[in-house]
């Protein structure tokens, strides 16, 4: 039941979402993990759909938010396999939005049994940096492993600190990814994780800055959405 004002300009349109949180595991029953709920990639893919878009969303942990109709869904646990995944369907996609909140870290090694208590205490854990998928996305297109008309699209959490503003901090994420559209949450005071509605900025490659007013996330999904069809429109999609 789509709702009348909602465009159906999406039609034959490749769209492929992450959503969700990545565990990073440490051993065979613990993992490192975030609060992402997955419902800002969710609400996205349900928007996709309706405007008519083929849409697979790669969804790591996420708080349930119900399997939207109409999209295919691939499970995935941790960072790398998120990496695997959204590398491989970004070679088919006309449409890529990175909406996961990867790790940023992982456990250097993998104890392949329970690690113990001990009379010593626990040993710390050591971490490494997980690969960066979106920056990922961006150089394989300039490589040409992913076509150079596919639209990429990047989130970011940020609450600014003593060096810059939500906006100065989006500002130079987007420098920093490369990617084609950012989209800046300002997060903290219960903001975003787990909540119904999102504020921010859609930041464009090409300098345009539009304030995404205080809405739910699915007004938010269909405020990206409609810049993203620009931008398939600019590439003669
Ligand atoms: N991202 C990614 N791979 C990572 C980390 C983040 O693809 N290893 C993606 C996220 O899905 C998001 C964007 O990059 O679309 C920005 O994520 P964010 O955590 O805000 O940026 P980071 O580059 O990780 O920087 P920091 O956390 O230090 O702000
Ligand atoms: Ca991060």
Redesign the pocket.
């Given at each position: 039941e789509r709702p009348d004002a909602l465009p159906y300009d999406l039609a034959g349109v490749r769209v492929v979402i992450?959503a969700g949180g990545t565990r990073e595991p440490l051993d065979p029953v613990r993992y490192l993990g975030n609060h992402s709920s997955g419902k800002q990639g969710f609400a996205l893919a349900r928007a996709a759909a309706q405007r008519g878009a083929t849409v697979t969303v790669v969804a790591g942990s996420t708080a349930d938010p119900g399997d939207p109709a109409g999209v295919d869904i691939v499970r995935v646990s941790n960072?790398q396999h998120l990496a695997d995944e959204m590398t491989k369907r970004a070679a088919e996609a006309d449409v890529v939005i990175?909406?996961?909140?990867?790790?940023?870290f992982r456990p250097i090694a993998f104890a392949e049994s329970k690690i113990k208590k001990t009379d010593s205490g626990p040993a710390p854990i050591e971490l490494t940096t997980?690969?960066?998928?979106?920056?990922?996305l961006v150089t394989g297109r300039e490589a040409g492993r992913i076509p150079a008309d596919t639209v990429i699209v990047?989130?970011?959490?940020?609450t600014g600190d003593e060096t810059g503003g939500v906006l100065d901090?989006g500002r130079a994420?987007l420098r920093?990814?490369g990617c084609d559209l950012l989209v800046v949450n300002a997060v903290g005071e219960g903001k975003a994780f787990g909540t119904e509605d999102n504020t921010g900025w859609l930041l464009s490659a090409a300098g345009t800055e539009t304030a995404l007013p205080l809405g739910s996330k699915t007004l938010m999904s269909s405020r990206i959405l409609d810049e993203v069809r620009e931008l398939l429109t600019d590439g003669d999609n």
């Open positions: 992450s960072a990175m909406a996961a909140a990867v790790a940023d997980n690969p960066d998928i979106l920056r990922g990047g989130f970011a959490a940020e901090h994420k920093r990814k």
